[in-house]
């Protein structure tokens, strides 16, 4: 079993510990945070990701899982230093170094024993990062140390499952030995190691969350262009999966992609290009056309509709997709500001990401059910994939709406089922 330092405390670090600690290694944690330390060490992660709080209960329980409030405490008795910090980034100017260069130099500041230790970022960082800015930080504390990096792909709402169950598991490595403990450190997966170096684990990742969104993004404009020809996009969709070269997954069209990642990640990676002299022109596009998309559920409404000024429109699902409170890059956000510009009242609901979509948009009247969110309402779009929602029926609709219009914005309803009610899809 290893001892391990979990660096950053977000939904990746958290469950990447939470995980390791149930695999039996021992894990010490430390955040900045310390709100965010206080919430953990009680057993109350600060953000809803499905099974975590259990989980991290009861390692905590088992002092197998250690918050502690200082890079040393976590990093003296650790032999793998997990570095798990956010890296965001603007547009046009790409990733922001800043976080994880704090935590790398706290890192070697906090390095006192002459312990050889093996320094793993998990954080997603554009390639070349780990050698240029993690590597010289290391070498000013004449230590010896091991270097790796191990993207994550964890899909928010389900990060814990599928840090327990990775389907694969990319080790960027700086020698063999790297591997071979890192391969010990997740012996317990049953999948296959990619091992590689570290430049190509970091392009990996940022080659992964591009090719996902291209594949949305394709998906949505392939059903707009359905809509114009009068065809039906799972139709299409059904016979186009039948390729062998195409795999028919993460093709569901809508309203377009959110969340922390997959706009971000576009985005570094296409500034980190323009720096590099190379123009990404199919991934600008990627986010041009994600940029708009939304904006056909609100036309659809508009067909029903007409003039949207005075009319009550509700918006399901505030979070970025279902089965998370996470509402950064939303398209629940600019739906309801566009719906507010044309003058519409806008009434919204989330099983979770009510209370921080209101500091985004707080011209919304939150409420809290679904049928609240209906009732009287003279149109509706479904913006998050929650399962509440795909149960929802045709009777739920005629009964509480004022006019039964429901814009399907993550086909999640069966149209069949939908008789009496006024159903459009995107495609
Ligand atoms: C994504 C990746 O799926 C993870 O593998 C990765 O680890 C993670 O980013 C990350 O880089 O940390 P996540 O952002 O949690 O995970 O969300 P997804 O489930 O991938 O969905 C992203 C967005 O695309 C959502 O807004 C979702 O509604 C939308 N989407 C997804 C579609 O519109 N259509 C699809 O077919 C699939």
């Known amino acids: 079993m290893a001892t ?11 469950a990447t510990g939470v995980a390791l600690a149930a695999q039996g290694h021992r894990v010490f944690a430390c955040d900045i945070d310390a709100d965010r330390r206080a919430q953990i060490v009680r057993g109350r992660p600060p953000f809803y990701e499905k099974g975590i709080e259990t989980a991290l209960r009861k390692v905590l329980r088992l002092k197998r899982f250690s918050v502690v409030n200082t890079m040393e405490e976590a990093v ?3 032999e793998i230093v997990f570095l798990c910090v956010g890296t965001p980034s603007k547009p046009n100017e790409g990733m922001d170094e ?6 790398v130099k706290s890192l070697a500041t906090a390095w006192r024993d002459s312990k050889r230790r093996t320094v793993v970022v998990k954080s997603t960082v554009v390639p070349g990062t780990t050698d240029n800015l993690v590597r010289p930080i290391l070498e000013t504390t004449n230590r010896t140390y091991r270097l790796a990096v191990n993207p ?3 899909r928010e709402g389900h990060a814990l499952a599928d840090a327990l169950r990775p389907d694969r598991i990319v080790l960027g490595v700086d020698g063999a030995a790297t591997a071979r403990i890192l391969k010990a450190l997740y012996r317990s997966a049953r999948c296959p190691v990619f091992v590689t170096d570290l430049r190509t684990a970091e392009a990996v990742k940022y080659a992964t969350n591009a090719f996902l969104a291209t594949k949305v993004a394709f998906a949505n404009e392939l059903a707009n262009l359905c809509q114009a020809f009068g065809v039906s996009y799972d139709e299409v969709h059904r016979g186009m999966g039948l390729d062998p070269r195409i795999n028919p997954r993460f093709l569901v069209p809508g309203v377009g992609f959110g969340g922390s990642c997959f706009p971000k990640d576009v985005q570094a990676l296409v500034a980190a290009g323009r720096k590099h002299g190379v123009e990404s022109r199919v991934l600008d596009a990627v986010l041009a056309q994600n940029e708009v998309q939304y904006l056909r559920s609100i036309a659809l409404l508009e067909e029903e509709l007409g003039d949207l000024r005075g009319k009550r429109i509700a918006v399901l699902g505030l ?3 279902g089965e998370t409170d996470d509402v950064r890059e939303t398209r629940a956000v600019p739906i309801a500001r566009t719906l507010l510009s044309k003058g519409a009242v806008v009434v919204g609901y989330d099983p979770l990401a009510g209370p921080s979509f209101s500091r985004l948009v707080p011209e919304v009247k939150v409420v809290r059910s679904a049928k609240e969110a209906l009732a009287g309402a003279h149109g509706a779009i479904l913006q998050a994939e929650w399962p509440a929602f795909s149960r929802l029926t045709a009777k739920d609709f005629l009964a509480t709406m004022a006019t039964p219009v429901v814009v399907d914005g993550r086909r999640i309803l069966d149209p069949k089922k939908m008789r009496g009610v006024r159903f459009r899809r995107i495609g």
């Open 98 to 103: 800043g976080p994880l260069r704090e935590a």
């Open 319 to 321: 979070a970025f997709k």
């Open 76 to 78: 003296g008795p650790s």
């Open 4 to 14: 391990v330092a979990i660096i950053g405390l977000g939904p990746v670090g958290l």
């Open 152 to 154: 994550e792909f964890l």
